[in-house]
């Protein structure tokens, strides 16, 4: 499987337009966090982000799929943490080099408890969010997204034959956190839990 990454899909500001295309970014299936397992703070690296995603799973075979049909070819949603080395990308940036090192690595995303798009009253509007010891702390609407996720599916399939069980994340709504020794974190789809993480 693949996990297929959104970037900048949110704006906060109605000034920002909407880009050409969608940035895309790929992680490798080492990267999910094994279900229950806390995040290690990865020792090559001193400031490590994190934020909360609406993610969905990718049901059927496809190349280049039309938006009016992407809704076909994928069964369910969650919500899903990207872990980010900031210090690593900033780096990586400043010398021009890719820097698939500081989203890739090992562990890196948390993926929630899979919800059947079917038990959702409203997929146009679909509310996720995080909680930092107790206290909301990312939230976001599918409907604020810059790029739907049928347009997402769309553009990739371009590029990437989707297959079953990959994974797309739709992009972060609201800025990064920072991650701290001992904090724990829970993501939520609508009102239900599908994940709780502690940060070690």
């Not at 109605?14 to 966090?33: G, H, N, Q, Y």
């Not at 609201?174 to 001992?182: I, M, R, S, T, Y």
Request: charged share 25%; aromatic share 12%; hydrophobic share 40%.
């Amino acid at each position: 499987m693949k996990i297929i990454c959104v970037g900048k899909n949110y704006s906060q500001s109605p000034e920002v337009t909407r880009p050409e295309t969608p940035l895309i970014f790929l992680k490798p299936d080492s990267a999910i966090l094994p279900k229950d397992h806390p995040f290690f703070i990865p020792e090559f690296s001193n400031d490590i982000t994190l934020e909360v995603e609406l993610a969905v799973r990718i049901c059927r075979l496809g190349k280049y799929i039309s938006a009016r049909f992407a809704h076909k070819y994928y069964d369910a949603y969650t919500a899903a943490v990207d872990f980010t080395a900031v210090d690593i990308m900033k780096e990586a940036q400043e010398k021009g080099m890719p820097w698939e090192l500081s989203k890739g690595f090992d562990g890196s995303v948390v993926l929630g408890e899979w919800i059947d798009k079917h038990d959702i009253i409203d997929t146009e509007k679909i509310n996720f969010s995080m909680s930092k010891n107790d206290i909301t702390v990312n939230k976001g609407v599918s409907s604020s997204m810059l790029f739907s996720i049928d347009e997402i599916i769309e553009y990739v399939s371009r590029y990437y034959t989707l297959k079953i069980g990959d994974v797309i994340l739709t992009g972060a709504p609201q800025a990064a956190l920072q991650a701290v020794k001992n904090d724990y974190y829970e993501g939520f789809l609508e009102d239900k839990k599908v994940f709780g993480l502690k940060i070690k």
